[in-house]
């Protein structure tokens, strides 16, 4: 069976051309997000700059010694984006694989009813696709590996010396990842094939007598079962993008397009004409013939229409998601520091404190502490500060207990991370200091969270100094003296900024920041989104050859055809945007409300340029990808090939 296999993949060289390209594709990110991954694990850094440390144990879970880092040289923030990286380009593989070879299947409705007319069983039927789908995935995902073992190099040299990982990281032994990867292809094929060969099995022999292969009207009630399960994930998920989701609530909206996008391809052929009847009305009233036949086109094989619109929907609503979350994110930051700073000046390092015209100085001292939990310990970002000053400079409004209490051994702890760790006022937090002292921190107040102003941990100044003496103040906030205009002080002090210009800064920062996490995340993702609709509709548009040549025997001009073409692709790309635009949507309004909860006058920045672009972007290459096959096609055929 499997010699049978790698005979029609030959044979149906240029329709599975799409689906090794596709995988060779998926695999090369997959391998490139393993390596990399491998060589952050296997990045060491000095053995000075960490700290040994036993955790409390507890529940059945028993006290071990851990090392943890004691300066920001480490790599887990590059290896959080590649996990991420890996979960996008694995998701969006799958899905695009799914699509190809459903589109494969869908195209070979004559042959396969063939087959099955001369005695094939249907179970003959799927080992035949299953076996294609291995002699495809096989040379595609070694292709990708190699592939993805020459880029390495080139990516570690890249991503070494940056905010993600600032230090120099050299590749480590690929053998493993590259397996994985290698192992993921394969089964993300086998997987993204299964749907498609379980269909090939149903196709009856009658249809190999039918002249036009057009499809079944109806999908099968499995398809529509997991359909509207995945759906109701989905908006389960919708419903937990709330206020009181804490920081939970941006992974959320960054999956839940993910589940959406499912549930939307499995009831695509139900979808898609519904809503290709409502785009194609001005359409048909614009361009009267060729407009009619494309919409013919697009409702009389909604699984065709769907494979073509699937991985155009994909990209659209996970990247239009994300660029909106994270855009209403970073306007959430700009009205939470906005919110939380009082003092009219900031100054950048350590202001005067006996400058004239200046009433208080709050220079509080940035310090990292190892908390010590049950079973795991972690470095956390903590300020020593004087809570008589800092309270008139910036928000610590208690929740509960009291500031005037923060001396010796005490803490005051945020209230997300009260909520997170349970702790409560009166509650013993075991730390330890950079310089190795273990000390335990009585919880005096817990106080409002201020993200880009407070720390998580707000401890006594002098405890500060005590345990960090080399700690130098990176920031300090400055009350002018009643009469002194804070913009003549601003003049007087070094590094000093009116509040609103450092504000301003802080959320260009976030911005800048976001920029940079939706390149990594979002480039491999979307470059390879480009190829997978290129390849869809050229494998669409090459297997229409006969269509087109029986158009031109009955008189249609190829200047007609080509509109025709224009205007269906561009009916399945609106189609696919439609739904990308209520994914995003619906995800942005969510995560604007979630994170804005308790915030004034935030302001509404939608980065229109890259929404809009990442529309046009599909639909020049839905267009683009059909139409240049499709003059091909009509430049070398003839009206008088109807009879071949």
């Given at each position: 069976?499997?010699?049978?296999?790698?005979?029609?993949?030959?044979?149906?060289?240029?329709?599975?051309?799409?689906?090794?390209?596709?995988l060779?594709?998926?695999?090369?990110?997959?391998?490139?997000?393993?390596?990399?991954?491998?060589?952050?694990?296997?990045?060491?850094?000095?053995?000075?700059?960490?700290?040994?440390?036993?955790?409390?144990?507890?529940?059945?879970?028993?006290?071990?010694?851990v090392?943890?880092?004691?300066?920001?040289?480490?790599?887990?923030?590059?290896?959080?984006?590649?996990?991420?990286?890996?979960?996008?380009?694995g998701?969006?593989?799958?899905?695009?694989?799914?699509?190809?070879?459903?589109?494969?299947?869908?195209?070979?409705?004559?042959?396969?009813?063939?087959?099955?007319?001369i005695?094939?069983?249907?179970?003959?039927?799927?080992?035949?696709?299953?076996?294609?789908?291995?002699?495809?995935?096989?040379?595609?995902?070694?292709?990708?590996?190699?592939?993805?073992?020459?880029?390495?190099?080139?990516?570690?040299?890249?991503?070494?010396?940056?905010?993600?990982?600032?230090?120099?990281?050299?590749?480590?032994?690929?053998?493993?990842?590259?397996?994985?990867?290698?192992?993921?292809?394969?089964?993300?094929?086998?997987?993204?094939?299964?749907?498609?060969?379980?269909?090939?099995?149903?196709?009856a022999?009658?249809?190999?007598?039918?002249?036009?292969?057009?499809?079944?009207?109806?999908i099968?009630?499995?398809?529509?079962?997991?359909?509207?399960?995945?759906?109701?994930?989905?908006i389960?998920?919708?419903?937990?993008?709330?206020?009181?989701?804490?920081?939970?609530?941006?992974?959320?909206?960054?999956?839940?397009?993910?589940?959406?996008?499912?549930?939307?391809?499995?009831?695509?052929?139900?979808v898609?004409?519904?809503?290709?009847?409502?785009?194609?009305?001005?359409?048909?009233?614009?361009?009267?013939?060729?407009?009619?036949?494309?919409?013919?086109?697009?409702?009389?094989?909604?699984?065709?229409?769907?494979?073509?619109?699937?991985?155009?929907?994909?990209?659209?609503?996970?990247?239009?998601?994300?660029?909106?979350?994270?855009?209403?994110?970073?306007?959430?930051?700009?009205?939470?520091?906005?919110?939380?700073?009082?003092?009219?000046?900031?100054?950048?390092?350590?202001?005067?404190?006996?400058?004239?015209?200046?009433?208080a100085?709050?220079?509080?001292?940035?310090?990292?502490v190892?908390?010590?939990?049950?079973?795991?310990?972690?470095?956390?970002?903590?300020?020593?500060?004087?809570?008589?000053?800092?309270?008139?400079?910036?928000?610590?409004?208690?929740?509960?207990?009291?500031?005037?209490?923060?001396?010796?051994?005490?803490?005051?702890?945020?209230?997300?991370?009260?909520?997170?760790?349970s702790?409560?006022?009166?509650?013993?937090?075991?730390?330890?200091?950079?310089?190795?002292?273990?000390?335990?921190?009585?919880?005096?107040?817990?106080?409002?969270?201020?993200?880009?102003?407070?720390?998580?941990?707000?401890?006594?100044?002098?405890?500060?100094?005590?345990?960090a003496?080399?700690?130098?103040?990176?920031?300090?906030?400055?009350?002018?003296?009643?009469?002194?205009?804070?913009?003549?002080?601003?003049?007087?002090?070094?590094?000093?900024?009116?509040?609103?210009?450092?504000?301003?800064?802080?959320?260009?920062?976030?911005?800048?920041?976001?920029?940079?996490?939706?390149?990594?995340?979002?480039?491999?993702?979307?470059?390879?989104?480009?190829?997978?609709?290129?390849?869809?509709?050229?494998?669409?548009s090459?297997?229409?050859?006969?269509?087109?040549?029986?158009?031109?025997?009955?008189?249609?001009?190829?200047?007609?055809?080509?509109?025709?073409?224009?205007?269906?692709?561009?009916?399945?790309?609106?189609?696919?945007?439609?739904?990308?635009?209520?994914?995003?949507v619906?995800?942005?309004?969510?995560?604007?409300?979630?994170?804005?909860?308790?915030?004034?006058?935030?302001?509404?920045?939608?980065?229109?340029?890259?929404?809009?672009?990442?529309?046009?972007?599909?639909?020049?290459?839905?267009v683009?990808?059909?139409?240049?096959?499709?003059?091909?096609?009509?430049?070398?055929?003839?009206?008088?090939?109807?009879?071949?």
């Amino acid at each position: 069976m499997f010699f049978l296999s790698r005979q029609t993949v030959g044979r149906h060289r240029s329709l599975y051309a799409g689906s090794f390209v596709a995988l060779a594709v998926g695999v090369f990110l997959l391998g490139l997000a393993a390596t990399a991954t491998a060589a952050t694990v296997a990045y060491h850094g000095p053995t000075s700059a960490s700290i040994g440390v036993t955790t409390l144990g507890g529940d059945g879970t028993p006290p071990e010694t851990v090392k943890v880092p004691l300066s920001d040289a480490d790599v887990s923030g590059l290896q959080t984006v590649l996990s991420m990286v890996g979960t996008i380009s694995g998701f969006i593989t799958m899905f695009v694989i799914a699509s190809t070879f459903a589109f494969a299947v869908a195209s070979r409705r004559r042959e396969l009813g063939l087959l099955r007319l001369i005695g094939a069983t249907p179970r003959q039927i799927r080992r035949m696709v299953l076996g294609e789908a291995v002699a495809v995935a096989l040379a595609a995902s070694l292709t990708g590996a190699f592939a993805a073992h020459l880029a390495t190099p080139l990516l570690l040299r890249k991503a070494s010396y940056t905010e993600l990982a600032p230090v120099k990281l050299e590749p480590a032994s690929p053998w493993v990842p590259l397996a994985i990867a290698v192992a993921a292809g394969l089964l993300v094929a086998m997987l993204g094939a299964r749907s498609a060969a379980r269909r090939a099995g149903k196709v009856a022999p009658i249809d190999a007598l039918r002249e036009a292969s057009l499809e079944p009207p109806r999908i099968g009630p499995v398809r529509v079962v997991f359909g509207l399960l995945f759906l109701a994930g989905a908006i389960t998920m919708l419903t937990l993008i709330r206020p009181s989701s804490g920081e939970g609530a941006v992974p959320l909206a960054m999956f839940t397009p993910m589940v959406m996008v499912i549930a939307l391809t499995l009831l695509a052929p139900l979808v898609v004409p519904l809503i290709g009847r409502v785009w194609a009305v001005p359409l048909v009233a614009w361009t009267q013939v060729s407009g009619r036949l494309a919409r013919s086109n697009v409702l009389a094989a909604p699984r065709r229409s769907a494979s073509l619109a699937a991985p155009i929907l994909a990209i659209s609503a996970i990247a239009g998601s994300m660029v909106l979350s994270l855009s209403f994110v970073a306007d959430s930051a700009a009205a939470t520091v906005r919110d939380a700073v009082r003092a009219p000046i900031v100054v950048t390092g350590a202001a005067p404190v006996d400058s004239a015209g200046t009433k208080a100085v709050d220079a509080g001292l940035p310090v990292q502490v190892v908390r010590i939990a049950a079973d795991y310990a972690q470095l956390e970002d903590a300020e020593g500060i004087d809570p008589a000053i800092a309270s008139q400079t910036r928000d610590l409004t208690v929740r509960s207990g009291s500031l005037t209490g923060l001396t010796g051994n005490t803490v005051a702890v945020s209230k997300e991370m009260a909520g997170f760790e349970s702790y409560h006022v009166g509650d013993e937090i075991p730390v330890v200091f950079p310089d190795r002292t273990p000390v335990k921190l009585r919880v005096v107040a817990i106080v409002k969270d201020a993200f880009g102003v407070n720390p998580s941990f707000l401890i006594p100044l002098d405890l500060a100094r005590q345990h960090a003496p080399e700690a130098q103040v990176e920031r300090s906030f400055v009350l002018p003296a009643d009469g002194v205009s804070p913009a003549d002080l601003v003049q007087r002090i070094p590094g000093a900024q009116l509040a609103t210009d450092w504000e301003a800064d802080q959320a260009k920062g976030v911005r800048e920041g976001n920029r940079i996490g939706l390149v990594m995340l979002l480039g491999p993702a979307a470059l390879y989104s480009a190829i997978a609709i290129a390849n869809t509709l050229l494998m669409g548009s090459l297997q229409r050859r006969h269509e087109f040549v029986t158009s031109r025997l009955l008189g249609a001009t190829p200047a007609q055809l080509r509109r025709m073409v224009l205007w269906e692709s561009s009916l399945v790309g609106t189609i696919a945007l439609s739904l990308g635009t209520v994914i995003t949507v619906t995800v942005g309004v969510l995560i604007r409300h979630a994170m804005n909860a308790g915030l004034a006058d935030v302001p509404t920045t939608v980065p229109w340029g890259i929404l809009l672009g990442i529309g046009a972007l599909c639909l020049i290459l839905a267009v683009g990808s059909a139409l240049a096959p499709t003059t091909y096609l009509l430049r070398r055929s003839q009206p008088s090939a109807a009879v071949d």
